[in-house]
C-alpha cells in the first residue's frame, strides 16, 4: 500500500513501475530516446578514444609521421595525399543522404523508394568498409605499420589508427546488417502488421548519420590534424 | 508534431547534403594546399563542426526536437572539454619527463613507399 492508499505491484514488476512511474520525459516514441540515450553513451566512447590519441601524440618524443603523406595514394604519377581519404568521406556523405531521403519516404510510407533507399545506404556502407579493408592492408603490408611500432614516425600512430578506425569500422559494418534488416522487413509489410508505423527507419536513421559525424570528427582530428 | 514524426520538405535534405560535399570538399583542400599553423586548425574546426552541426541539426533532426530532448543529448558531451584538458596537461607533463630523462629523439623516420 503506498500513501495515497493504492496498491502496489510487488517483486521487479513493481521496481518497473516505481522507476518508471507511468511518467513520459521525452515526447518521442521509446525506441528513438533509447537511440539518442544510446548514441550519447557512444560519443562517451570515441571520445575516450580520441582523446586518448591527442594524449599520446602530445606526450610522445619521436615525431608523429606525416599523415598527408602515409595516406597518400598514387593512381600511376605522383602520389595524391590523403585522396583515398577523401574519397571514403564523400561514400559516406552520399550515403548519409540517401539514409535522410529513406527516412523521409518511411514517413511518406512510400515501402518501394524507402526500401532502395535504404539498400543503397547499405551498399555504400560496405562500399567504405571495403576501401577501410584496402587501407588497413596498404598500410600493414606495405608500410609495415604495427600498433606496436612503424617505419615512419611515433610508434603510437599504429596503436591509435587502429583501435580508432577500427572501431569505427565494426560500427559501420554494425549498421549495414542494422539497415539492410529493417529495409527488408519494411519491403516484406513487417511493419504493416504493427500499424504501418516507419518511425524505425527514422531510429536506424539515427544510428547511421551518428556513423557519419563521428567520422567527421575522426577525419578532423586523425587524418587533417 | 513529435508524435507523427518528423516529416520534412525533401528540398532541405537537398540543400544540406550539397553543403555537406562543399564543407568537405573544403576540409580536404585544407590538406591539399598545405595549409599550416593556426590557420590549418582553425580551418579543420570550423568545417569539422559546420558538418556536425549540419548532420545533427537537420539529418538527425535535433532542430525539430523539444528542448528537453535537445539538452539531455547535448549538454553532456560538454564535460568531454574537461578530459580534453585535463589529459592535455598530463600529454605535456609527459613529454617534458621523456626530454628531460631520456633527451632529444634520434628516431630516423622514413619516408612511406606508395
Known amino acids: ?225 | 508534431m513529435a508524435q507523427e514524426g518528423q516529416q520534412h520538405p525533401i528540398a532541405i535534405y537537398l540543400w544540406i547534403w550539397g553543403l555537406l560535399f562543399v564543407v568537405s570538399f573544403f576540409s580536404y583542400m585544407v590538406d591539399y594546399l598545405q595549409l599550416q599553423g593556426y590557420l590549418r586548425w582553425s580551418l579543420i574546426l570550423i568545417f569539422m563542426f559546420l558538418k556536425a552541426g549540419f548532420i545533427i541539426a537537420i539529418f538527425m533532426h535535433m532542430k525539430w526536437e523539444r528542448l528537453a530532448l535537445q539538452l539531455a543529448i547535448l549538454v553532456p558531451p560538454v564535460v568531454i572539454l574537461v578530459l580534453i584538458g585535463l589529459m592535455a596537461l598530463e600529454g605535456e607533463y609527459t613529454f617534458l619527463t621523456r626530454i628531460e630523462f631520456f633527451g632529444e629523439s634520434d628516431f630516423v623516420p622514413s619516408t612511406p613507399h606508395h
Open chain 1, 1 to 225: 500500500m503506498s500513501a495515497s492508499g493504492e496498491v502496489l505491484p510487488e517483486g521487479t514488476k513493481g521496481v518497473v513501475q516505481d522507476f518508471a512511474s507511468d511518467k513520459q520525459a521525452f515526447h518521442v516514441p521509446w525506441g528513438k530516446a533509447m537511440m539518442w540515450i544510446f548514441l550519447l553513451s557512444d560519443t562517451f566512447i570515441f571520445s575516450c578514444f580520441l582523446v586518448s590519441y591527442m594524449t599520446v601524440r602530445i606526450s610522445t618524443a619521436d615525431p608523429w609521421p606525416v599523415v598527408s603523406d602515409v595516406f597518400a595514394l598514387s593512381f600511376g604519377g605522383d602520389p595524391i595525399p590523403l585522396i583515398l581519404i577523401a574519397i571514403m568521406t564523400f561514400v559516406l556523405i552520399t550515403s548519409s543522404g540517401t539514409m535522410a531521403m529513406a527516412v523521409n519516404m518511411g514517413y511518406r510510407k512510400d515501402r518501394k523508394k524507402t526500401f532502395w533507399l535504404m539498400v543503397a545506404t547499405a551498399a555504400l556502407g560496405a562500399t567504405f568498409v571495403g576501401m577501410q579493408a584496402f587501407e588497413w592492408t596498404k598500410l600493414i603490408v606495405d608500410e609495415g605499420v604495427r600498433p606496436w611500432g612503424n617505419p615512419m614516425g611515433a610508434a603510437q600512430f599504429g596503436s591509435s589508427f587502429f583501435m580508432i578506425t577500427g572501431f569505427h569500422g565494426l560500427h559501420v559494418s554494425a549498421g549495414v546488417i542494422y539497415l539492410l534488416v529493417v529495409a527488408f522487413r519494411v519491403k516484406n509489410g513487417f511493419y504493416e502488421k504493427r500499424g504501418g508505423n516507419y518511425e524505425i527507419v527514422e531510429i536506424a536513421g539515427l544510428y547511421w548519420h551518428f556513423v557519419d559525424l563521428v567520422w567527421v570528427f575522426i577525419f578532423a582530428f586523425f587524418y587533417l590534424w
